[in-house]
DNA sequence: CAGTATCCGATGCGATACTG
DNA sequence: CAGTATCGCATCGGATACTG
């Protein structure tokens, strides 16, 4: 593998023969949302086979994007890019632009599924829109097929400090319920529609006390119209 | 194949399905950098089949990214970017800066080539620096290994206009005289070395009127101390 | 020149089972 | 949980030959 591009000294071609292999962009956009563990990677990437993940895990080592050192306590590795790694984050960036204002037609119904959907929401949550209070919001999602990775109904519970996601009751009073069309709500959080439509449409209802609605829109990145919006790749605690 | 990344809304996924196949990173700097016909992909990407040339060209049409138009007079066809496929230039020029600071280990003898490094001159030129007068400069490679695509010696001859490059003696005087060592003087174009280093060492001479030389060198792009240079990728016309 | 068609060997990778 | 080992097939892609 590491010879694919043999003959070719462009740094195209270098940085390609370490990235551009099957699964590896998706491996690197966990790592740099924020993914350490192993099962941590396998969440972001459920359909890749654990045997493949354990590989390109291994060869992304040898190429030096990643670093793997024993977990203290537990048994297992954390897996954190170097600075090379790092540097793969402009390519990232750039094709989720890309994907962004052109894969819009990709988006298939096999393609949603909720957990990806709320995760993405906390990797990519406007931590500067965070309220003061604690925030409790309810997802309760129709249309939802594969089973397996997609629950129908979850908890985000966000604070000042942090985002988290809840697959059951939290606990706490819930200030914003939310009922929607998977595909409706994911397509709108991508920008690719607006809420504005999918509100009057009732693909996505949402219900709360108007300033608890509004703080949940903000911190979620839900905008009345379509918008293409750059996603960021930034590290957060998982 | 379009199947790929199945099960993943994200836009990272989506622009890495269409974009992150074995060759496609290659075929789309050609493609970038101005290539058109069929045996100018074949020229800048040597190593890759005819067969599966004709494959990838035709998923890149599928996908929208390129469009394939009839030549008119002769056989064969135009490819070309559409808009879409444009929007995958920060895609290459991230992946092209990545290369250039982390990729330098990776340029083994068998990468280099003196067709590759002297279109790489040109598509990269810096053209703003193109001189008033004719310049015609002659290069004479040694270490030259894969003897197939790599003839020991070449012209580039500069005009206001353009650059051209010849693998014969193109008739005017020559100005300036390049001899080199393939490998010294591919890393000194990438700036992974300085010229000044190269120089002192003797793996690169360079002969002619200063003000020549130091046209030349401004042309092509070569600095004294190491540099990262943010390879451009905009079509030129081949 | 600009591809297409066919063959066939390598390997990529999914499924399953196993382990500390 | 965090992987490793093994098997077997599918497909990828290189080599070669053919075509308008």
Not at 3 to 8: E, L, P, R, V
Not at 139 to 146: A, D, H, I
Request: proline content about 4%; glycine content about 8%.
């Amino acid at each position: 593998m590491s010879k694919d591009y043999a003959g070719d000294f462009c740094p195209v071609a270098k940085a390609s023969e370490v990235f551009a292999q099957r699964w590896t962009p998706l491996v690197m956009r966990e790592l740099l949302t924020g993914a350490r563990r192993f099962n941590d990677l396998r969440n972001g990437v459920p359909l890749m086979s654990r045997a493949l993940l354990a590989q390109r895990l291994k060869e992304l080592e040898h190429a030096g994007i990643i670093e793997t050192v024993p977990c203290a306590g537990r048994a297992g590795h954390e897996y954190r890019l170097t600075v090379a790694g790092l540097g793969f984050r402009p390519v990232i960036e750039a094709l989720s632009l890309w994907g962004q204002v052109w894969g819009q037609g990709r988006v298939g119904p096999d393609d949603l599924n909720t957990t990806q959907l709320v995760w993405g929401m906390r990797h990519h949550a406007h931590r500067t829109d965070f309220p003061d209070r604690r925030l409790v919001v309810r997802f309760e999602f129709r249309g939802v097929r594969r089973t397996e990775m997609s629950r129908r109904v979850w908890w985000l519970v966000i604070t000042r400090a942090d985002m988290e996601v809840c697959v059951k009751y939290p606990g706490f009073a819930e200030d914003v319920l939310v009922r929607a069309d998977l595909g409706a709500f994911t397509r709108v959080w991508l920008g690719y529609r607006g809420l504005r439509d999918a509100l009057a449409e009732g693909s996505i209802e949402i219900e709360g006390k108007r300033s608890d609605v509004v703080a949940f829109e903000r911190c979620v990145g839900l905008f009345a119209e379509p918008t293409v919006k750059k996603l960021r790749f930034e590290p957060v605690a998982v």
